[in-house]
């Protein structure tokens, strides 16, 4: 009996390196394709990258891990810890298993060269180049969402709970319509007002050295409490985040010589994922439970980019450093009219260039243009016109360009249905832990002294360690005492911008 | 039985496009570990470096393999190709299925921490930081080679047979005993007479702006023929050529202030690397025939460096383009001085940065220490002080520290004992290859014309393409019609050097 007990565990152990194994070459090869591979790489890569899926798949889909799962769990003695992690892994076996392998590494394959199909169309500025491939990518979605939709589950709200657990579409639909009701109004007045009055904000978008900017990104990260010990700062089109594991963090992002703003809010806001990821407990690391839930981990990132990242007390201590290493263009403007700048609201066409205030219309754009694609209501060939129609709605402006437009986002190029709300529920939660923080907390204070230190520790202790083995609902509870609530958000928005008016 | 002739096949493709991932994300580490990850990352991402590895293992000794090999094996009607495909992969097999997978686990969890324990002691001058773990790589690789020695064969054998398919300490003794006659005496006297009239090169060692050299050495491997768009030029402590296939091949290089030359050749040394590899057939590329052996791969490399690089035609087209990037330091230096300057012969320590005529001595040191710390007659502990003796004996200079002795090279904390010699080999198969290229075609008219493309295209055609398809005594008795043979290299050196007296 203690043999066979040993050998279990032994065997699970086994499992667990050569699963982390694979899974981490595939995260290294995602990693290299956007940041470095040359440009005719692709189709040769493509086959490494899914042949090393369908190992993956076997290795997760096969009946050796299934006879593995039923001795486990009978242990007796597994810590708690343990059976999180036999649940998460459990999760995945059932989505891999339900896939015919053929039909797997045809998708992996594919998504391998959609990426830079997508970014091709993207500076062709030509959605009919990419439209073919998207329609390939969406049908394969829906067809493996199909294999596993429980009876009367909507394909849509499989993919939602592969990212979120236990949000649905009806849930979706009740707090998207809450974010409407409570910041519709607010939105049309700020945008009415700002086009009367044109906030100043022009010294944003001088010429500023690229060099130069590296240096001071790389210096920005590190203040918020970035390790670059334990983490890497690149380049890429679309900024992202990604982790070996939690001693090796990897987040991008862009620069443009003439916008200041754009590598600021995106390294802030990839540098929050980043802390993150960083901030993992051991026993979650290099498992299935590292990293974060999707909601979660926006909500740090958000965190980081808005309600600090945009804040006067934020600005107070470095921004003289900001003026000195750019003194012909920022010499002149006051720390004031910067934070002015930083939070001005626009309607604009672009997601990630967003303010606070409009983001979430970007995103109820997404959800619902998701949500009709993947009942059918809707086909890839309408989706752009439906989608400037829909900007027109919400936002009042309509993209000139595809590239601008329905081309703008990598998601979807990489099969990923179903994640946009969660940038939206990550505001929400960000706003909700924000009050509770500030509860217990001077953030202002510390903020107005440069310690970021306290304010990281304590995201550290309540949610960055714990990985993804607890949902948001899990953590907003134990944080915060209550569920997930978007009037914290709503308010916050609403003291923020009516100031403005 | 028809049937059953495509299911082996088809059996068979499967297993080499698994060999082919599992491989390349090992590449793939391998590459990150050296260029991007961040210092702290090592001890975790070593794990699953070495749960690849163990994965590795299992596919190429697993019995799945064994019995396919057999199937395949009788099956009629396979090409020459696929039949040298098959016996690379049961050398392959050979190999793995005599180390017990522990061993085999330890050892790539080993190698994956050893580059930065070298590197940290190479940063420290501290050879006896490093000692135990090469005493550790050292022993676990004579196990290795001990589990599958023929009757009567060394250890050393074993190794030398792993990098060069043929060649035994005997061949390499009367190798190196050649070299010595024919070069030795000659070296003596260039030494000699450079001492008394030291060369002027101190112009190449002014300050050269680092993102200048940058510029200038990305056009110089392109110019060369290396193309970006399947390649990448990168930068590392230890310049080196990797590659995930034929289009993606990967390069570094190194950047010193204030010396000029050194990432020049560096460049152009991995440039020729990455040829070679760009320039694989299609059926080659992406299985064990890829890349090419050592000694092969190094006479390509040290053909572009040596005797493209270094000579007088190779730079008259393109010089003038040098001096106007770096006026301040060149313009008054004509091209003769130039030419004269990058082909001075000097005692040095380090073996990257040896002249043509001096290299093989370095090589020479290595080759004598490695064979007796694999015969045992040497010891790791005794290993710095037998170093330095042989550099005071060989080249009349012994090392100042560690760093620039003992500790320079990366090769024995890869656990590499045996690959030095290939160095050797390549540079004499690059003469031998060069008289015979000069009788088809007018190389130093071509040089002057710039028209790198008929040398390349020379190359590919009779060398590249073939990957480790072909060794080097057959290449070189298809080329030349005649098999290895130093003389030629001898003459050369004579002929260049003996001007200089």
Redo the contacts between chains.
């Keep these: 009996m203690e043999e066979q007990y040993s050998d279990v565990r032994q065997k699970f152990s086994d499992f667990l ?2 699963e ?3 899974r ?2 595939l995260t ?2 995602d990693w ?1 394709n956007e940041t ?6 692709s ?3 493509a ?6 899926s ?2 993956y798949q076997e290795l997760l889909a096969g009946d050796e891990l299934e006879e593995l799962l039923l001795q486990i769990k009978v242990l007796e003695g597994l810590s708690p810890e343990k059976r999180t992690l036999l649940w998460r892994v459990e999760k995945e076996r059932k989505k891999l298993v339900s896939i015919p392998p053929e039909e797997y590494r045809r998708f992996s394959e594919l998504t391998a060269v959609s990426v830079q199909r997508w970014s091709l169309a993207k500076k062709q500025n030509d959605f009919s180049a990419f439209a073919p491939v998207l329609e390939e990518i969406l049908q394969m979605r829906k067809a493996f969402a199909s294999y596993r939709a429980e009876p009367g589950q909507s394909i849509y709200d499989v993919l939602l709970s592969d990212y979120e657990e236990g949000f649905t579409t009806k849930k979706l639909d009740r707090f998207f319509e809450k974010l409407k009701e409570g910041l519709l109004p607010l939105v049309k007045e700020v945008l009415r007002k700002n086009k009367e009055q044109p906030p100043n904000c022009g010294f944003l978008f001088q010429n500023f050295d690229v060099d130069k900017q590296r240096h001071w990104n790389k210096w920005l990260a590190a203040y918020l409490g970035f390790q ?5 700062l ?1 380049e890429s089109e679309h900024p992202f985040t990604t982790s ?5 963090v990897r987040i991008t992002t862009h620069y443009y010589k003439n916008n200041l703003e754009s590598a600021i809010f995106s390294t802030i806001h990839e540098a929050g994922h980043g802390i993150f990821e960083q901030g993992n407990d051991d026993w979650v ?2 498992t299935l439970l590292g990293s974060g839930t999707c909601g979660v981990h926006e909500s740090q990132s958000r965190f980081y980019e808005n309600i600090l990242g945009r804040s006067r007390a934020f600005w107070k201590p470095i921004y003289g450093k900001l003026q000195k290493l750019f003194p012909d263009q920022l010499e002149k403007i006051p720390l004031d009219m910067f934070v002015r700048a930083i939070n001005r609201s626009e309607a604009g066409v672009i997601r990630t260039e967003a303010d606070e205030l409009t983001y979430c219309l970007h995103i109820i754009v997404r959800y619902e243009l998701e949500k009709k694609l993947l009942s059918g209501e809707l086909t890839v060939s309408d989706l752009e016109e439906a989608w400037n129609r829909l900007y027109e709605e919400y936002l009042g402006v309509a993209p000139n360009t595809s590239a601008e437009g329905v081309l703008q986002d990598i998601h979807w190029a990489m099969g990923e249905f179903g994640y946009f709300p969660s940038y939206a529920l990550g505001n929400a939660m960000a706003a909700q832990i924000y009050v509770q923080m500030s509860r217990e907390m001077d953030v202002e204070a510390l903020l107005e002294q440069g310690n970021l230190d306290a304010i990281t520790g304590y995201l550290r202790t309540h949610i960055h360690r714990f990985g993804s083995s607890k949902g948001m609902e899990e953590l907003l509870l134990e944080v915060t005492g209550e569920s997930l609530n978007p009037t914290y958000y709503i308010d916050y928005l609403r003291k923020k911008y009516e100031r403005e008016l």
Tied chains: 1, 2.
Excluded: C
């Excluded at 086959?47 to 090393?52: C, F, N, V």
């Excluded at 070996?244 to 090796?248: A, E, F, M, R």
């Design positions: 390196e050569r982390n194994a694979i981490a070459a290294l090869f290299d470095l591979a040359p440009e005719a790489a189709m040769r890569t086959k490494a990258y899914g042949a090393l369908s190992a670059f010990s334990r983490g890497v690149s070996l594991h939690k001693d090796d690391t290099q």
